[in-house]
């Protein structure tokens, strides 16, 4: 059974930092897209970053460009998310997702809470 395990969550307050790991469990993914999404209180699920399986390839969304940095250990079957310089906009459950296809996600985690206080 594929289980993606999200930590590292908690609340932080403005300008901090915290780094998200997402385990995965079941099979490997050293070959697939990792990813990292979040989704704020009545908004919908929004894309935050996501890295190719050589960690070549990365892209983020505009609001977290040159704040958050993301990483993988294919070798521990993880993925990371550095959040620096964090505002109360990033106030979200963050979730992790692998295996990217043309159209959608395979795998998703559960999600980890991470809430920025001003």
């Known amino acids: 059974q594929v289980q993606l395990v999200e930590s590292g969550g908690g609340l932080v307050q403005t300008g901090g930092s915290l780094r998200l790991s997402c385990a995965a469990s079941?099979?490997?993914?050293?070959?697939?897209?990792m990813g990292w999404f979040r989704q704020a209180p009545g908004k919908e699920r929004e894309f935050v970053a996501s890295?190719?399986?050589?960690?070549?390839?990365?892209y983020y969304t505009d609001s977290v460009k040159g704040r958050f940095t993301i990483s993988r250990a294919n070798a521990k079957n993880t993925v990371y998310l550095q959040m620096n310089s964090l505002k109360p906009e990033d106030t979200a459950v963050y979730y992790c997702?692998?295996?990217?296809?043309?159209?959608?996600?395979?795998?998703w985690g559960q999600g980890t809470q991470v809430t920025v206080s001003s």
């Open positions: 079941g099979r490997t993914f050293s070959t697939s897209r």
């Open positions: 890295i190719s399986w050589s960690g070549r390839t990365i």
């Open positions: 997702a692998a295996d990217r296809t043309d159209t959608s996600w395979t795998y």
